[in-house]
């Protein structure tokens, strides 16, 4: 099965609404890296987590290496929040490549 | 700051075509990657490089060759492009190797095989 795996695999929500998007890892993990894609193709770095919580904005997200999970939360979402949201890490020991999730698709309403 | 360039943004090819693929970044890194992203799926990593003149094989190597020219700059070469393909092709770079090193991506080269 996938070392990585996000979910949901696509939301939509309403503007000045919010959720939160996880990812889930099989196995041993050191870091996590959040990314959106946007409609250009384009991948922004959000986040780089070694541990605990980081905020930016109306972004904060989680890292818990121990349950082997991490957490994008968006608050109060604009339309420009519309993309593809992608979490990728280190999985495994030893591992010296990022696996990317399949990400989700996120879509933001009027 | 830096920023991490990518030519041709587009690339049009045909069956059993040589294409390559440029990437250029300023942020002075020494490693290097090169993914590949097909629709509704994560990034696969191809090649990755961590100093000038040195080439790693990825997960998705086979039917592609990179070349790290100097420490700015890592090529990918598609060495029979696969008629129908639709991709698009992301380089990244990274101070170091490893999980304590985030990675800046470029914009992207889409690739239509007609």
């Known amino acids: 099965g996938d070392q990585v795996e996000q979910s949901p695999s696509a939301l939509s929500l309403h503007e000045g609404t919010g959720s939160a998007l996880r990812c889930n890892f099989t196995t041993t993990m050191r870091a996590v890296q959040w990314f959106q894609q946007n409609s250009r193709g384009s991948l922004i770095n959000l986040f780089y987590l070694a541990s605990g919580t980081k905020e930016n904005g109306r972004l904060k997200s989680t890292f818990n290496s121990k349950e082997s999970y991490s957490t994008l939360h968006i608050r109060d979402a604009q339309l420009e929040d519309s993309g593809t949201y992608f979490c990728?890490?280190?999985?495994?020991?030893?591992?010296?490549?990022?696996?990317f999730g399949k990400g989700t698709q996120l879509i933001i309403q009027p | 700051g830096g920023i991490i360039t990518q030519t041709p943004k587009f690339l049009i090819g045909q069956e059993g075509q040589k294409l390559t693929l440029k990437c250029q970044q300023n942020?002075?890194?020494?490693?290097m990657y090169w993914y590949r992203q097909d629709s509704g799926k994560g990034l696969r990593l191809i090649y990755y490089?961590?100093?000038?003149?040195?080439?790693q094989k990825g997960d998705l190597s086979e039917g592609y060759d990179a070349s790290r020219e100097k420490k700015s700059s890592f090529s990918l070469t598609v060495t029979s492009a696969q008629k129908n393909e639709m991709a698009v092709f992301l380089c990244?770079?990274?101070?170091?190797?490893?999980?304590?090193?985030?990675?800046?991506f470029g914009p992207g080269t889409r690739l239509t095989v007609l």
């Open positions: 490089s961590i100093t000038e003149n040195d080439l």
């Open positions: 990244a770079s990274s101070m170091g190797l490893g999980h304590s090193y985030e990675q800046y």
């Open positions: 990728a890490a280190e999985v495994g020991e030893g591992a010296d490549r990022l696996t």
């Open positions: 942020f002075n890194h020494d490693t």
